[in-house]
């Protein structure tokens, strides 16, 4: 018997294990994440702590620039997204782009996409915790240890991934609302500032602090491509809600609408909060380090401004942790049910969740507790360094997949999505220019080139384990037919519609 012949076979069972619910074995999740949930998980995808910390150190590198390098980032985030949202609607899954990577790019692609992304949101959940644990040292003054912080933070969170995907749905929710209320309000009081003249720097805060000191480029436009890595890590963990597409009451209706919104959640969020703050603020006052938020707020002379961005951090961290909890028992399962992953994973509880792939991530994740221990003050930055790189690898595969479904689409072989991309291939294209020539710039920079320096050792890890166990299981890594794919994607969406 073929390879290929037992791939199809292996299709004909898994369409046999639905159950008269209509509900596909192979995924088994519940839907209980609704509109609302799906909403806010996609904005919070959008907002972490790159923009509430990191922009400090991007503006006093670009200046008022660093507004045009967030606008044209953000307008391929969208073109990446919208990649992501037509093969959604194709097939809403779980596993998302390393099951489309697997599709379209072949079995190899799949186990790297899959690996990869669960050690992306390890290293950011131990990278999470540890600043959450350095934000409590705001109020606590060293009472409490760091590693305690860290310690509870992570069991907290895993429990409450364990009780039901809906509350981490709830938790999302308002991680998100206590970003979104703090930027809206800073933008808010910054107009009020502006026009009305009020507070400490009411004298001082115009639209013209954007260009005259020193122009739009103060420091030329080498300095506002260096920036580019920053904004784009900013950006990491937006693609969290393809994740999501398992667990969707009604992918085929929140998709889309959360995915859409992407560009007026930067126009605000992003692009929005920049100006009014460089307005409020110009930007020769701010430092690298500081949250320009504090800054804006201590020129206006609110004195809990600081307080107020800590805890706003300090959620975005638990945030962006939380999200980690949920993301990698997710890519384990996902892989161990396509033979490239311990089938241990496999498993889901009663109430639908990956207990076992949830519990070894979170169990990894207490590195990030030791290394809290061991070494306080230098955590952050021990553990940071692959996040970018591995996060962007994800955006890759989407885009290369996505064009390559794309052609299968338009040459009848596969059904066209109901959401297509627009302007596609060609945005597709310039997205995977655009994120290469970010990756140059990372090397180029002596800063940021240490984020590159583990790819090379992640790649042959992965090379080498792959052809190992390949050569133990020929037939889990034999490259399944279109047809068993088609299937499973029609499947896929009935089961989605019979749920909706």
Not at 324 to 347: E, H
Request: hydrophobic content about 50%; proline content about 4%; charged content about 15%.
């Amino acid at each position: 018997m073929t390879s290929e012949q037992v791939a199809d076979r292996s299709a004909n069972a898994e369409a046999a294990r639905q159950d008269g619910s209509g509900q596909d074995a192979s995924e088994g999740y519940q839907r209980g994440l609704g509109n609302r949930q799906i909403q806010m998980i996609a904005i919070g995808g959008a907002i972490g702590t790159g923009l509430f910390l990191g922009a400090g150190t991007a503006i006093h590198k670009a200046g008022p620039s660093l507004i045009l390098a967030y606008a044209i980032a953000g307008l391929v985030i969208f073109f990446i997204m919208r990649a992501l949202g037509e093969l959604l609607m194709y097939r809403p899954v779980s596993g998302s782009f390393s099951d489309y990577a697997r599709e379209f790019l072949g079995p190899f692609w799949g186990y790297v996409t899959g690996w990869t992304y669960w050690l992306f949101w390890v290293v950011t959940g131990i990278t999470e915790v540890t600043a959450a644990a350095t934000y409590v040292n705001f109020w606590s003054k060293g009472s409490i240890p760091q590693w305690a912080s860290a310690l509870g933070f992570t069991v907290v969170l895993y429990f409450a991934n364990l009780i039901s995907v809906k509350l981490f749905g709830e938790l999302e929710f308002w991680f998100s609302m206590v970003k979104v209320t703090a930027i809206i309000g800073m933008i808010l009081i910054g107009i009020g500032v502006i026009t009305l003249g009020f507070s400490d720097a009411g004298d001082t805060a115009t639209f013209s602090n954007l260009w005259s000191h020193h122009g739009f480029f103060p420091n030329g436009i080498k300095s506002t491509l260096m920036t580019l890595q920053i904004v784009m890590f900013a950006f990491l963990a937006v693609e969290l809600v393809g994740v999501t597409a398992g667990e969707a009451k009604d992918p085929k209706k929140t998709l889309p609408k959360a995915i859409n919104t992407v560009p007026w959640r930067i126009a605000v969020f992003y692009i929005g909060a920049l100006v009014i703050i460089l307005a409020v603020v110009p930007w020769t006052e701010f430092m690298p380090g500081v949250s320009p938020f504090v800054a804006a707020f201590e020129k206006i002379g609110l004195p809990a401004g600081a307080g107020i961005v800590n805890f706003v951090v300090l959620t975005a961290a638990l945030s962006s942790c939380n999200s980690g909890m949920y993301s990698t028992g997710r890519m384990l399962r996902d892989l161990a049910l396509n033979g490239q992953g311990p089938k241990f994973f496999s498993q889901l509880t009663r109430n639908g969740l990956p207990l076992r792939g949830t519990t070894a991530s979170a169990a990894l994740m207490l590195v990030g507790v030791w290394i809290n221990y061991q070494w306080p003050g230098q955590a952050f930055t021990y553990v940071v360094s692959f996040a970018t790189i591995s996060g962007m690898w994800a955006w890759i595969m989407i885009l290369v997949a996505q064009l390559r479904y794309r052609r299968m689409a338009d040459r009848g072989e596969l059904p066209q999505s109901e959401f297509k991309a627009p302007g596609a291939p060609w945005t597709s294209a310039f997205a995977l220019a655009f994120i290469f020539m970010v990756i140059v710039l990372m090397g180029i920079d002596k800063d940021s080139r240490v984020s590159l320096y583990c790819a090379p050792v992640w790649a042959a890890l992965m090379v080498v384990s792959y052809y190992a166990l390949k050569r133990r299981n020929p037939e889990a890594f034999a490259r399944k037919s279109p047809e068993h794919y088609a299937r499973l994607a029609a499947a896929t969406r009935a089961e989605a519609e019979h749920a909706a």
